[in-house]
């Protein structure tokens, strides 16, 4: 009977084809500290980039599968120079974070949810379990790509060519 349970739990989790195409308000209140300290919500972050497709990369320092992407990453970067990169960082503290910016050379708009991945609005919104988590959105502000947890999914280039 538990096995049964279980795998129909299982089932649930994975079929879940929950993919919205806008951030709840929540989410888009949730706040953020860019790189000089200055704090502003994640709807604001999205308006900086109005009218461009954005490459959402949610990640940590401390995450080696964030970081041993990295170099797919960067070919993404080049075959799509005209997309925005936006970084939104899980660490709890801002030293290690701007630090493996530095370190990794990491080319893109940076910012912190520092409540780290498991507390917030948007990682909520996100159900963020795993990072790094790539999102895209398009240039009407609509997200084409919700969920994706490694940068050499073809979805990525899909969306990303849909612009």
Not at 10 to 35: G, R, Y
């Amino acid at each position: 009977m538990k096995k049964i349970f279980l795998l129909s739990i299982i089932l649930f989790i994975s079929c879940n084809t929950n993919n919205p195409k806008e951030f709840s308000e929540e989410a888009l209140q949730d706040m953020v500290l860019t790189v000089t300290n200055e704090k502003m919500t994640f709807r604001e972050v999205l308006y900086q980039n109005k009218g461009k497709t954005i490459l959402i990369d949610v990640w940590a320092s401390w995450c080696k599968d964030c970081i041993v992407s990295l170099p797919d990453l960067e070919e993404v970067q080049k075959n799509f120079p005209e997309v925005n990169y936006v970084f939104l960082s899980v660490d709890r503290g801002n030293t290690a974070w701007k630090r493996a910016i530095e370190k990794y050379n990491l080319k893109g708009q940076h910012y912190n949810f520092p409540k780290g991945q498991k507390n917030g609005a948007f990682v909520d919104f996100i159900n963020l379990w795993w990072i790094p988590r790539y999102m895209v959105i398009n240039k009407k502000g609509e997200i084409t790509l919700f969920k994706a947890t490694k940068i050499t999914d073809k979805k990525i280039v899909e969306a990303l060519k849909k612009g």
